[in-house]
């Protein structure tokens, strides 16, 4: 069969990034935090907040049901207030972690030439986890890519999150492709390798340190090579 579509992650797959939630720096969340919690210290400050981070985390690992960056500082107030503070500093807070967060992520040079030229060829799609679509937006905005894309769809807009079947599907049916004539090119084994083979899609994984137990030709060192491959039609058997 003919490869129509190419369905792409976001995050360690078209932009590199940390991790984690803490090592960034994030002490302008943390004096918006002192305003409403003035003995909250630094150090503890970021232990709460990933405490906090980690339970919705390993429920939604669980249940595959995604939660917003919105219930994570609710949840976070709500343990070190007792209590919810206003929309508008809930919502400053949220924006100002992201802001400080993405000190983590790296663009990739030479990615919007890239995905221009497949575009041309296949039919993109963005399918990522996240918690805050803004957030991946954003990015695509500033790297100037989000016109390669005929569908972006996020888990959280979604309801599910990847390795859930139900996403890969969504974006196959809204952009008109089939899990036959379609390939995923991401970095996670669980949520990406085996969402994406579990939805019937063949799957190019990005795994340069070999340690994934997946089939050699299944794997590149990254995104160049996965678009490489792609072009050269050796995803298709």
Known sequence: MTMTHVLFDFFGTLVAYSESRTEQG???AHAL?????????????LEQW???????EARAQLTLDEYSMDAVCAAFFRRILGRLPDQDTLSLFRDTYL???NQGVVYL???????SALARRF?????TNTHHTELVLGHLREMNIASCFSGIF???????RKPSPSIFERALSETGGSA????YVGDSFAADYCGATGAGLRCLLIDPQRRCDIPEQDRVIDVFEAAARLAADLIVP
């Not at 040079?109 to 995905?115: S, T």
């Not at 039919?123 to 399918?127: D, I, K, R």
């Not at 036959?180 to 390939?183: D, G, M, N």
């Open 99 to 101: 802001r400080e967060w």
């Open 154 to 160: 996020t888990s959280i807009d979604h309801g599910r």
């Open 33 to 45: 935090v002192r305003a409403c919690c003035p003995r909250l210290e630094y150090l503890k400050f």
């Open 109 to 115: 040079p030479g990615l919007r030439d890239l995905l």
């Open 180 to 183: 036959a004539c379609a390939a």
């Open 26 to 28: 994030f002490h302008e």
């Open 123 to 127: 039919t993109l799609v963005l399918v």
């Open 50 to 56: 990933d405490s906090t981070f980690g339970e919705l």
